[in-house]
């Protein structure tokens, strides 16, 4: 059982920047594709970034170029900078793991609990 616990998310304004963590309770350097989805009032959710046990990423187009995926092995993190944040951005941001590299939600097999992040303009 893999448990995942993020933090970082708040209130920035447009233009901005955070920085979201995950952590998780086991070593996933070698077991884990790492993902990041976030999910709208109202809507789906949505692949954002995953990062595989190599260390290779993929990027939804939304966030292409303004955010960046990046994990710390030894201590089994994994970090979202959010750079130039839009106020379309605002969702509530999880943190997943899975055991092949995947960008489609569904495919992840544990969940942190979410943490939010608003974008005022």
């Known amino acids: 059982q893999v448990q995942l616990v993020e933090s970082g998310g708040g209130l920035v304004q447009a233009g901005g920047s955070l920085r979201l963590s995950c952590a998780a309770s086991v070593r996933t350097s070698s077991t884990y594709c790492m993902g990041w989805v976030r999910q709208a009032p109202g809507k789906e959710r949505e692949f954002i970034a995953a990062?595989?046990?190599?260390?290779?990423?993929s990027y939804a187009d939304s966030v292409k170029g303004r955010f960046i995926i990046s994990r710390d092995n030894a201590k089994n993190t994994v970090f979202l900078q959010m750079n130039s944040l839009k106020p379309e951005d605002t969702a509530v941001y999880y943190c997943?793991?899975?055991?092949?590299?995947?960008?489609?939600?569904?495919?992840?097999?544990?969940w942190g609990q979410g943490t939010q992040v608003t974008v005022s303009s």
């Open positions: 997943a793991a899975a055991s092949i590299f995947t960008t489609a939600p569904n495919a992840y097999n544990y």
């Open positions: 990062i595989s046990r190599a260390g290779g990423t």
